[in-house]
Structures are given as C-alpha cells and as structure tokens.
C-alpha cells in the first residue's frame, strides 16, 4: 500500500525520500489497494444492493485491468453512486509538490509541467516543499449538458499574454478540470450530451493522455481514471457519441434495477431508515414497504411510461418518504406516538411522484400522469394484497360488508376511531390484525386500511372518496 506511516509527515522531497513511499500510477495505486481488500474479504462495495452477481464482478474486472469505465444504464441505478465510491481504492493521502506556480498536483518524482520538471531539476530536494492531498479531494465530476472544450480540457489565459507569456508557452494555459485532476479520478455524467469538439479531446486524453489547445499540443503524461455514465437510449443511438471515443474505454459496466422486491426494500430502509426517529417517529408495516416498492416495480413495467427513460429508485425514495411524512403529521395532530402509515397516506404521492414518470406519449392514449399513477398505485395493492390472501384467508372478511357494514377511513382520522368503527363487526375481522400482529391501534388501523383496499381492488367491495375521507361498502 503506498502509504506513508510517520507522524508528521513529510515536508520536503529530501524527507519524502527517507521513508518507503514510491511513485506509482493512479490504476496501480487503486489496484493495489483493490486487491489488499480482496484478499482480506473486505466489503467492496458497501451500502450496493442488488448487484453482487452482476454489476460488481464486472467493475472488479475492470478495476485489476486498469481500464478506464463507462457505467450504462436508466436514472437511479447507482452509476454516480458508485464511481464516486472508488476513491475508497486510493490512497488515504498522497504527496505533490507545494508550489504556487505549478499548475497540477505533481508528482514528486514524476513532474509532468515544465514548472514542476525545472523546480525538481534546479532546486535541491531540501527546498522542495511537500504537502498532502487526501482522497476524498481527488475526485471530480462534470455533468456533460453545456460543458465546453475549455471548462474541462483548457484554454489559452488572455491575462497571461497580456502579461507577456508567449503563446506558445505551457505557462500561458489555464487548465481545465481534466488537467487539474491529474493523480485522480475524474467522471463525466451523460456522455452522449457532450459536444463532439470535446469528445475528441477526451479520446485523445484516454489514448494519448495528452491534449491540444488552441492547436498547442500539451505532452502532457496525465495520470488518472477516466469514469463515464450514460443512458443505453441515447448511447446507442447512431452519431450521439464518436466511434473513436467509443473504442477508447476500456470497459462498459451495465447496471439495472432490482430484480426482486426485495432488494428495492432493503434499499429503502437503508436509505430512509433514520427518517423513522424523531419526536415523533413512525413505524412501517412490512406490507407498506412491499406497496411503496411494488408501485416503483408496476411503473417499470407500465405500457404508459417511456421504459427507454426509466423509473428511477429515488421515485421509490421520494415516495416513501411522503408516506412517512403523512403518518407523522397524523402522529403529531393526534398524539398517536408513534404513528404507522396506512393506505390513505398513498393519497399524497402526486406530490412526490408527478415529474418522475416520463410517459409513453404514443401509448398513453391521452392518459393524464395522475391517471397513469393511480392506475399504477392501484395494480400494486392488487398485487400485494393477493399474496397475503393467500396466507391469511383473507377474502372472507367480504362476506362481512353484505350484511351492510360499512367502514370510512382517511389519512387525518385517529387510530382509535378505526377501533369504534369495528367494535360491532364480527370476529372474522381479527384476520385483517394477522396481517401485522399488534395490539397498537394504529398498526390495526393500517391493518384495517390494507385489507379494504386490498378487497376493493380485487372488486369485493365498493368504495366512494369525499373530502379526503374514503367509504368502503358492499
């Protein structure tokens, strides 16, 4: 591991040079580094779900070749999550030359600006001050819609001229980000958006690792991994991105959404799990969570939403926390402590979902979103609720409402209000509470909710909606 152990660390090359540190390329410092991990059965990639069999062999793969990577697949999937995470197969810190007019992070042995070659050739190693840079700094990232030429390769420095610098000196350049990432990582988002002007001087950079500006050549030998993300409908798309550039990354890492509920809702909880604690917390059913997560999953496969753009997983985030947010407000208006979420609270997604969904303009059938997402929602409580008919028996409990009961529910009416409404219904209703085992009013009254609405779309009851209450009858 290129580390260096001593406490302080060094300050001058003359010191640098008495440890055991050594120069190496940024790929073989994150080999190395990799590859200790490996071996000491590490977790690589923590906080990643879904991907163990897929997507991670394929970055491992890439990471011991040393290829530079292109991340393809839909919005939220985890691409930029993921390349900012392999700064954890740098260093910790590394040393570079300190000095104002160098335009880089140099290499204390290998200076690759002229500056940075005359300080190590003229000055004695004494003189030449080292400092530290840490590894969460040596990460950077551009979002390509608008990115010019000069923001991430170069441009000529009008000031510097008017200073005197000749133009066809290397002090004249004002570098962009891709130069001053020199030693580190350095990721371009939405590939295909980028201009051809620039996409030239990356492949240049990926090849060469030099670039030209304003037809100066810069024999640049710039150390760094090169990360890319992009959508597989416009990548493939037929002159979105230049073939050269193409044949010059090294590895293509295809992501994709989770292949089972379940990883999308060990998802959830690990992203959204600490909004549960507060003054007021909430606690979630299991089968909300199945709901919240099977409305992500029926959006993926809904005929009525452009499946080329894809459903993001912050569609599944932003939606569960509105569902959070509905049973607190509940909780802190009634005193309920804590508060659960139910059905009705699914009433409030438009706000969180409305914006997320692209839809199939050609077979929407003019269709509004929030038809689309009804529609949506409504599958995913069919769907949902038909496994637990099948565990708990719950279809009965129908038979129920041809006596002429009747139960009105809403998201702002307190859980023992739900208790009242069935202290006369009889007793084949306490399978609605094998659903979630609780004697807590409002787990039953979630219980009561699922259960309803759950009958209802399985069309064994009929359901009216009036000023945010809802009725369900026979």
């Not at 000529?156 to 001229?161: G, H, Q, R, S, Y």
Request: hydrophobic share 40%; aromatic share 8%.
């Amino acid at each position: 591991m290129n580390v260096v152990s001593e406490t302080p660390k060094p300050s001058t090359l003359r010191e640098l040079r008495e440890t055991s540190w050594a120069s190496k390329s940024v790929k073989q410092e994150i080999r190395d580094n990799f590859v200790r991990m490996l071996a000491s059965g590490e977790e690589l990639f923590p906080g990643i779900v879904g991907y163990e069999d897929t997507v991670i062999p394929e970055i491992n793969l890439a990471l011991l070749a040393g290829h530079d990577m292109l991340f393809l697949g839909e919005k939220g999937q985890a691409k930029s999550r993921i390349m900012r995470m392999l700064t954890r197969f740098l260093d910790e810190w590394v040393p570079y030359i300190d000095h104002p007019d160098l335009p880089v992070h140099e290499d204390p042995e290998k200076p690759i600006s002229a500056a940075g070659k005359r300080l190590l050739r003229d000055t004695p190693a004494e003189d030449i001050k080292i400092a530290w840079w840490h590894r969460s700094n040596r990460y950077a990232e551009r979002l390509s819609p608008g990115t010019k030429f000069a923001d991430i390769i170069g441009e000529i420095d009008p000031a510097k001229l008017t200073g005197g610098v000749s133009m066809s000196a290397e002090e004249a350049l004002s570098f962009g980000l891709i130069p001053r990432m020199h030693r580190g990582i350095f990721a371009m988002n939405e590939l295909p958006e980028l201009d051809d002007l620039v996409q030239v001087g990356l492949f240049n950079i990926l090849e060469e690792r030099d670039v030209q500006i304003r037809g100066y050549p810069i024999q640049f030998d710039i150390d760094l991994v090169i990360l890319f993300s992009a959508n597989p409908a416009t990548y493939n798309r037929s002159g979105k991105v230049i073939p050269q550039l193409k044949d010059r990354i090294g590895a293509i890492v295809q992501t994709h959404y989770p292949s089972e509920r379940d990883q999308g809702i060990e998802i959830l909880q690990q992203e959204v799990g600490h909004d549960l604690e507060s003054d007021y917390p909430v606690q979630v059913p299991y089968f909300m969570y199945q709901i919240v997560e099977e409305i992500t999953n029926q959006a993926r496969h809904s005929k009525y939403v452009d499946q080329a753009s894809g459903v993001s997983a912050r569609f599944s985030l932003a939606n569960f926390r509105t569902l959070v947010a509905s049973a607190r407000q509940r909780g802190v208006i009634h005193g309920e402590k804590p508060a659960v979420p139910r059905i009705s609270d699914l009433g409030h997604l438009y706000s969180s979902s409305l914006g997320k969904l692209e839809l199939d303009l050609m077979g929407t059938h003019q269709m509004s979103e929030r038809q689309v997402l009804d529609a949506v929602v409504a599958k995913a409580i069919e769907v949902v609720f038909k496994e637990y008919v099948e565990e708990h028996g719950l279809s009965e409990i129908a038979e129920i409402f041809r006596g002429g009961v009747r139960v009105e529910v809403g998201d702002l009416l307190p859980s023992r209000d739900y208790a009242e409404r069935l202290r006369n219904v009889p007793p084949a209703w306490n399978k609605a509470f094998e659903v979630n085992a609780s004697e807590n009013d409002a787990v039953r009254a979630s219980c009561v909710e699922f259960v309803l609405a759950g009958l209802f779309s399985m069309e064994r009851i009929s359901r009216s909606q009036r000023f945010g209450k809802i009725e369900y009858e026979c």
